[in-house]
C-alpha cells in the first residue's frame, strides 16, 4: 500500500516562502519519479514541477520557473517543494504524485500512479 503524505502547507503573505515536504511509503522510492501538481477552486489540476528517480532530470512549469525548486533525498524517501517570492495566482491545494512506471518521467496526471491528500497554500496580498 503506497501512501504519500505531505505537510508545510499553510497561509503566507506575497514573496514570501513555504517548504513542502512530501513522505512516501510502500514502495521502492528511489526507483519512481516524483512530482507536485496543484488545483486552484475552480481550475483543474496542473503541473508544477517533476523530478526523476535519480534526480538527474528536473521539469517545471512555465509559471513558477526560477521561483519554485524540487528536490528527492531518497535515503529519506521525501520530496520537496522550495516556494520562493510566493504570488496570489499560486494559492491552490497541492498535491504530491509518484510515477506509474519505473523509471520514467512525471509531467502530466496521466503519468501518476498515486497521489498525496493534498495541503492548502494560500497567498494572501
Known amino acids: 500500500q503506497v501512501q504519500l503524505v505531505e505537510s508545510g502547507g499553510g497561509l503566507v503573505q506575497a514573496g514570501d516562502s513555504l517548504r513542502l515536504s512530501c513522505a512516501a511509503s510502500?514502495?521502492?522510492?528511489?526507483?519512481?519519479?516524483m512530482g507536485w501538481f496543484r488545483q486552484a477552486p475552480g481550475k483543474e489540476r496542473e503541473f508544477v514541477a517533476a523530478?526523476?528517480?535519480?534526480?538527474?532530470?528536473?521539469y517545471y512549469a512555465d509559471s513558477v520557473k526560477g521561483r519554485f525548486t524540487i528536490s528527492r533525498d531518497n535515503a529519506k524517501n521525501t520530496v520537496y517543494l522550495q516556494m520562493n517570492s510566493l504570488k496570489l495566482e499560486d494559492t491552490a491545494v497541492y498535491y504530491c504524485?509518484?510515477?506509474?512506471?519505473?523509471?520514467?518521467?512525471?509531467?502530466?496526471?496521466?503519468?501518476?500512479?498515486?497521489w498525496g491528500q493534498g495541503t492548502q497554500v494560500t497567498v494572501s496580498s
Open positions: 504524485a509518484q510515477a506509474r512506471l519505473i523509471y520514467s518521467t512525471l509531467t502530466h496526471g496521466e503519468q501518476v500512479a498515486y
Open positions: 510502500g514502495r521502492s522510492f528511489s526507483s519512481y519519479a
Open positions: 523530478v526523476t528517480w535519480s534526480g538527474g532530470r528536473i
